[in-house]
């Protein structure tokens, strides 16, 4: 894993400065990275979090010190090349009893930091990939023991393949062909159960993500124009962000705004998240999940959001590659199964049925 | 559930230590073995209206870079660290391991090559706190590791610890401000001696330490701490040591050593272990074989050896030579890459006489200090 990550995702090159971003649980595998990023000539700098830091600041800091940002990881994102990042949660429900009104205040504090290394990554002057070390927090998210979650994660990433890299570069040739055809559209429609959705993507830029920036991936996406999304939508699965969950939400969405969300549990935060800026309440990525190996729910968006079959909205900050405009601190990916009774239409054409597109095109 | 010593060694870390206010900007080191500390270190100083952050190394980061790193790759020097401490008011270094001998097979001078690429930060970091623009306390979180040096259980381990440190005393702020005031003194009254014989088992040695300024450390910049320290007159030292305790340097033992000193220079050293390392050492450079430091380890809570300089210099009763670097602010002249403290253990058989009088037998000075003998109160 670490050979991919560093050799094929993040593509580290002699004299790159790489920062290594990991809490303490992901420790086997960072020390694979170090050294595999020192062998490819490069500089790593260990990054390494503790859970329970983030809970000191929401429970205990002030609105100066939620506020405040670190320069030193202003420095990093304004001067590294290369960014890897790992999730490794060692309890992922442990923000469950913070106000959300602090959480969201704080995650807006944050939010020039990604805005600017989005901007940078666009520009090709820094490359990022996220990706997952297999833990017991996460395998219980999964309801999964610890070994069966590691098979899935190594799974999804196509890693039990002799070839790895040459698997996904195949993948990639697939998702390719799927951004081209979608960037030949100019309106789509989601129809599923208690969702009736269309959205423009006319005039954007399709990306198929292949293994670069998450590992493992498997999507196409698009920044949609931002007045046009219309319609109601209610998401299969629970809505899992900053170490929070959200069940059976359903948004309606007027002229590109959410104008009502509900939610069977998590409401508040809900609102809460929706209300943080003026972008928040936009849509800011539409994308298809292609990833076959991830077959199942998992409560964890890096692998959910890539379930072969599904579709996704993020409300906020849409990617600037894509073309998309809207611009928020909030990226809150949702995700639709479209697996069985569901049907996705393409300037009015059936173009997927039941999680697959048709036509030879999945 | 958390322990709360570790709550209040945080505390005292912030409050005494650093007097740590609202607004500043607190950098913590530590190896994330050291969560236990870490964690209510970040959570106090937010408490206090700091903002705070970590830079946390995992155990076995460095060693591959050693192992494995390009001469570039270990000379390369991270520009943002070093613009990082420009920017930080307060620093503290939670000095605890996973393994205190992970270096222990490295290649030595892949070692001192890294060591020395880290030596411009340290630098930077030393010319700031002299400037008074930086405070900093180095501590301890116990770990296994320091533990096993100590033959102690973890828990044995920590109970000594927060002994040493004083944390469960009802008001240990208040504690280390009545050792301060204590040490104090005592450093003003040694900053009226001329000449001090030290006379112990295998020890006969007369130390000039005249017009040199003695300094009480008090939990400021260690935590643990409990010693009077200065350097001595560089000429001014003559005649036989014995070290009963091992010394540790870079991860390395060196057990029962025995110097011999003419006017300030070692001219005999052996050892019953490790005699060709304290002799490589002796060689590193002109005044590795100079004395840079003699001081008084004050600390009664600390009653036994334990492979941690931290806690061992400072162990009640001893005194502790250094070979090597002196401290330019309290008048030494000795200048050397290295800083080898010795330990000589006056518990039982020491005795030191100030210009000629009795004033310390069997690891007590023999009087509260005398401050009204000083010369003049130095802070």
């Not at chain 1, 017991?136 to 610890?146: F, I, P, R, T, V």
């Not at chain 1, 959705?197 to 670069?212: D, F, P």
């Not at chain 2, 100590?150 to 702020?173: G, I, K, N, Q, T």
């Not at chain 2, 800083?339 to 007590?364: K, M, N, P, Q, T």
Request: proline residues 4%; glycine residues 8%.
């Amino acid at each position: 894993m670490a050979d991919v990550l560093v050799g094929y995702c993040a593509a580290v090159r002699e004299g790159d400065l790489v920062t290594l971003e990991s809490p303490t649980h992901a420790a086997p595998i960072l020390r694979e990275l170090y050294r595999k990023v020192l062998e490819a000539g490069a500089q790593p700098l260990p990054r390494i979090s503790l859970e329970g830091l983030s809970e000191n600041l929401l429970r205990y800091g002030n609105d100066e010190q939620l506020a405040w940002v670190n320069p030193a990881r202003a420095d990093d994102i304004e001067t590294v090349d290369v960014r890897i990042v790992l999730e490794a949660p060692g309890n992922t429900r442990r923000l469950s009893n913070i106000d959300p009104a602090r959480q969201a205040r704080q995650h807006r504090s944050a939010e020039h930091l990604r805005a600017r290394y989005l901007e940078r990554a666009a520009a090709g002057e820094l490359r990022w990939v996220l990706s997952a070390f297999p833990t017991e927090a996460a395998a219980q998210d999964a309801a999964m023991s610890l070994a069966e979650y590691e098979d899935f994660v190594f799974g999804a990433a196509f890693l039990d393949d002799p070839d790895p890299v040459a698997r996904w570069h195949e993948f990639g040739e697939r998702v390719d062909r799927l951004a081209t055809f979608l960037g030949t559209k100019r309106e789509l429609r989601v129809v599923a159960e208690d969702t009736d959705l269309r959205l423009v993507t006319e005039g954007r830029t399709w990306i198929g993500s292949k293994g670069q920036e998450n590992f493992p991936d498997g999507e196409v996406f698009t920044g949609p124009v931002e007045t046009s999304v219309e319609g109601e939508i209610r998401f299969t699965y629970p809505g899992v962000f900053i170490a929070r969950e959200v069940d059976d939400i359903r948004l309606r969405f007027e002229a590109g705004e959410v104008v009502e969300a509900t939610a069977a549990r998590g409401q508040e935060f809900l609102r809460e998240m929706i209300a943080m800026d003026e972008g928040a309440r936009r849509v800011g990525e539409f994308a298809f999940g292609l990833n076959e190996a991830v077959p199942f729910f998992t409560r964890n968006t890096l692998f959910d959001e890539k379930i072969g079959g599904t579709v996704h909205l993020a409300l906020g900050t849409a990617y600037p590659e894509t073309g998309g405009l809207n611009r928020s601190a909030l990226h809150w990916d949702l995700v639709c199964d479209l697996r069985s009774g569901s049907e996705v239409y393409a300037d009015g054409e059936l173009v997927y049925r039941d999680g697959k597109f048709l036509n030879g095109l999945g | 559930m958390s322990d709360p010593r570790y709550d209040r060694l945080a505390e005292l870390v912030l409050d005494h230590s650093l007097g740590l206010q609202a607004g500043e900007l607190l950098r913590i080191d530590a190896e994330a073995v050291a969560a236990p500390l870490v964690l209510p270190l970040h959570r106090e100083a937010i408490k206090r209206g700091a903002h705070a952050y970590t830079a946390l190394n995992l155990s076995g980061l460095k060693e591959l870079l050693v192992a494995h790193g390009s001469d570039e790759q270990l000379d390369f020097v991270s520009p943002i660290e070093l613009r990082e401490l420009d920017a930080i008011d307060a620093s503290i270094f939670v000095w605890s391991e996973s393994n205190t001998r992970s270096f222990s097979r490295a290649d030595t001078e892949r070692r001192q090559r890294q060591l020395a690429a880290q030596r411009q930060a340290a630098m930077r970091r030393r010319d700031r706190i002299a400037s008074g623009e930086l405070r900093w306390c180095g501590t301890l979180s116990p770990t296994n590791a320091h533990a096993q040096d100590a033959e102690m259980s973890l828990d044995e381990y920590e109970d000594f610890v927060f002994r040493a440190c004083h944390v469960l005393d009802e008001d240990p702020v208040a504690h280390w401000a009545g050792v301060g005031e204590q040490l104090q003194a005592r450093a003003d009254e040694l900053g009226a001696v001329r000449e001090l014989r030290i006379v112990g088992e295998d020890t006969d040695l007369t130390v000039v330490v005249e017009a040199r300024t003695w300094r009480a450390a008090y939990g400021r910049k260690n935590l643990p701490d409990g010693e009077v320290y200065t350097s001595p007159v560089e000429s001014g030292v003559n005649g036989t040591i014995r070290f009963g305790f091992p010394a540790v340097f870079s991860g390395r033992e060196i057990d029962d050593a025995r110097l011999r000193l003419e006017n300030g220079r070692v001219v005999a050293a052996e050892a019953a272990h490790g005699e060709e390392y304290l002799r490589s050492l002796l060689e590193l450079d002109e005044g590795a074989r100079g004395v840079g430091e003699i001081a008084f380890g004050l600390n009664y809570e600390i009653d036994r050896f334990t492979r941690n300089i931290l806690f061992d210099e400072k162990i009640g009763g001893t005194l502790h030579l250094a070979l090597g670097m002196g401290f330019e602010d309290l008048g030494g002249q000795n200048r050397s890459a290295l800083h080898l403290d010795l330990i000589c253990d006056l518990r039982r058989e020491g005795e030191v006489y100030a210009d000629g009088e009795l004033v310390w037998r069997d690891g007590h000075f023999l009087q509260d200090p005398q401050p009204a003998r000083s010369v003049e109160r130095v802070r």
